[in-house]
Every structure is written in C-alpha cells, then in structure tokens.
C-alpha cells in the first residue's frame, strides 16, 4: 500500500483532529481514511469516513489497509466513567485497530502515548499506556513510531474540568522543566501532528521512542 494512503484513528480528538487537517491540506497524502464513531462531515475528496462501533474493529478490518495507521484514541478516567472504560479505549481498541492493520499488511503504525507510560508503573494510567506499547509492539510493525507527549495545549471540543488550570501551570512554569524534566513540558497539539505527518513521510524500521524535545524538532 502506497505510504501516501493513511488512516487515521481518533481523527474527532485534539491532536487527532489537527493531523487531519494538517494532511488533508498535505499533497503528499492522495487518501486519507478516517475511522470515527459520528460523522465528522469533512468535506474533501481526499477523505473517507468510515462509521463503526469500536466494539466491532474486526468487521471493518478490510477498510484498513495503508501506508500507515494513526492511532490518536484515548479518554480519561473521568471522561470514561471508570477503569475499565479506560481502558477499552486507551488498550482494547488501540490494540485491536494495531492487530487489524497488521493483518491488511499495514508497515508503519504510529501511535501517541504518554510521557511516563511505563508497563509496571504502580499508577494505572500510566500502566495501561505502557502496556499498549507493549502489546502493539509484540505485533512487530516493520516501523512502529511512539509519541509520548506530556500535556497537549490546544482548543479541545470536549471540556475537561480542570485541563484549563493545569494547562495554565504548565505554560507559566515551563522555564522550570529543564534537563532530564524537559520531556514533561507541556506541547502543542500542532506541534505532536506535525511530527507524525512527517514520521509518515519518512518511514524508518523498527520500534522509536518520542519524547519532549524529539517531538518538538521533529514537529518544527
């Protein structure tokens, strides 16, 4: 499959959502396929919506071949209601869309995280992203690129009680986060989309890590 064919996943979120954008207005995508929940009503010749159920991935499987696979899906415990639908969301579907494309011999898979994700961390946020790494990274993609971004700045659709605040303290104190802490600075969502369109446009092989400064140069 051409690396000019995407498909992006969590295309409604906020870092989902400025990929689309940013390839959408990219000539160097031809097709970009989107897998949501709702009707995003895009309107470009270049994208095509695919409306599922996320329960049911495997029934969609033979819409997802590509080049590469964004996969931009997560919520929070809150947003989700419990631990358990957190984790569907941030695990069960990110691994099931991973196994799906890697059935349609998908190459790149490129997936954001969290700064911090770490498999046997004691916090279960942090657990569950450590272990979808970890399970997609099983799946042996001939390049599977993680983003481990600390908090996104940007206009979100959906209100988070409190984000407001601690975005706010995280721009006002960012001079702080120096040396090893610099991957905890806050970043753009532009600046993470960026990085992964570029990713897509240069392919490397085996499994990297973004953090912090990474994301920001290679989103410049």
Known sequence: MSAKTVLIAGASGLVGNKLLNLLTDDSGFEKITIITR??????????????????ELNKHAENFSAGTVFCCLGTTIRTAGSQENFRKVDFTYCVELAKAAKARGVKQFILISSVGADAKS???????????????????????????????????????????????FMQA??????????????IEA?????????????????????????????GK
């Open 173 to 186: 104190t960012g001079f702080l986060f120096l040396g090893p802490l610099k991957k905890y600075k806050a």
């Open 190 to 218: 532009a600046t993470v989309a960026r990085c992964m369109s570029a990713l897509a446009k240069n392919p490397g092989k085996g499994k990297v890590i973004f953090e912090g400064e990474m994301i920001a140069f290679c």
């Open 122 to 168: 004691s916090n279960f946020y942090l657990r569950t992203k450590g272990e979808t790494e970890n399970a997609i990274a099983g799946l042996d993609f001939e390049n599977f690129c993680i983003l481990r971004p600390s908090m996104l700045l940007g206009d979100r659709k959906e209100q988070r009680p409190g984000e407001s605040m601690g975005k706010y």
């Open 38 to 55: 709702k009707p995003l009503g895009i309107k470009s010749e270049k994208v095509q919506e695919i409306i599922l159920n996320f329960d």
